[in-house]
């Protein structure tokens, strides 16, 4: 690993760790301020705050294992590892909202439903600037080492402060007057919405990723277009990509002149996987076929 990857990868796990220690430390508040200030909507925006564990976890977890080397056990790397993780988290996260929501509805009428407490609202409030200054630097930091992974954990922490608006609203309500308790139940409901809806965005892309999706047809386009600009390419066809982590494992057909020695057909391949992967859309491998310009041509007529 060079020096460049080697300060990208510090920076990544220190602004991690730190998410990571501030979203465990204020989940914990939140959870105890829901609990001794009776708002089922605080404890459901506080387990929706460790949510952004996953992310966290993901990074770092990632930053260790699936970054390593293929090898003999795992000769296309350990990137899907990630996404095996990835998947179970975001379905214990679905178990989680659904059991706060069906809570929060069959409690919601109960005569003896106590009003939130002060320390309820505060800790909403807490939760609202905490998370978006967490937000504003951990996007500050991705930007400073180009990293996709620390941006999308930086939009899961604004994620997480938006979703304190609504319990921050319900308990307000529910502090104004004892009538007004029941919001806090639909706050509880909103937030549990906001936890399901978590646990779908992180899964979706986890199941294109483990069905083998491929690049999109503009990706395919424009693999084809800097294949096309390698010096002694003639033609090029049926490219076929599936997405691994983070980028794609490529293989396409080569057409070159079929007169041309083994060794000049072999670096005019060579080239075009160095253009793929240095100019691709995220390219991490590729296979090419070579074939013959003239007789691929005789076939197509």
């Known amino acids: ?65 699936w970054a390593s080397p293929a090898d003999e056990d795992h000769p296309y790397g350990h990137e899907r590892i990630e996404s095996i993780v990835t998947a179970f988290i ?19 009428f109960e005569p003896d439903t106590k009003s939130p407490e002060a320390i309820a609202l ?49 308990v307000a309500l529910a502090m104004a007057h004892p009538t007004l308790a029941f919001f806090d139940h639909v706050g509880a409901v909103v937030v549990a919405v906001f936890i399901i809806k978590v646990s779908f965005d992180i899964l979706k892309p986890v199941v294109m990723e483990l069905s083998d999706r491929g690049a999109s047809q503009t990706q395919v386009n424009t693999i084809d277009s800097i294949a096309m600009n390698v010096d002694g390419v003639k033609e090029v066809h049926s490219i076929r990509s599936r997405r691994v982590g983070k980028g794609y494992f490529v293989d396409l057909h080569v057409l070159v002149d079929g007169n041309m020695s083994v060794q000049d057909g072999h670096d005019i391949a060579r080239d075009v996987k160095h253009q793929l992967i240095n100019k691709g859309p995220k390219v991490l491998d590729v296979i090419v076929h070579l074939e013959p310009y003239e007789t691929s041509s005789k076939k197509n007529k």
């Open 1 to 65: 690993m060079d020096n460049g990857k080697q300060y990208e990868a510090s920076v990544a796990k220190k602004v991690t760790w730190i998410g990571m220690v501030v979203n465990i430390l204020l989940s914990a508040f939140k959870f105890v301020a829901g609990i001794v200030g009776h708002s089922q909507a605080m404890v459901a925006d506080a387990v929706h705050s460790f949510s952004d564990l996953t992310t966290d976890i993901a990074v770092l977890i990632g930053i260790k294992y």
């Open 90 to 108: 975001a379905i214990a996260l679905f178990i989680v909202g659904c059991g706060i929501a069906y809570n929060g509805i069959v409690t919601a």
């Open 122 to 170: 505060i800790a909403a409030v807490v939760s609202i600037i905490t998370k978006e200054w967490l937000y504003q630097w951990t996007v500050k930091k991705g930007k400073e080492i180009d990293s996709s992974s620390v941006m999308a954990n930086a939009w899961h922490h604004r994620s997480d402060a938006l979703s304190s608006i609504p319990a921050l609203i319900a």
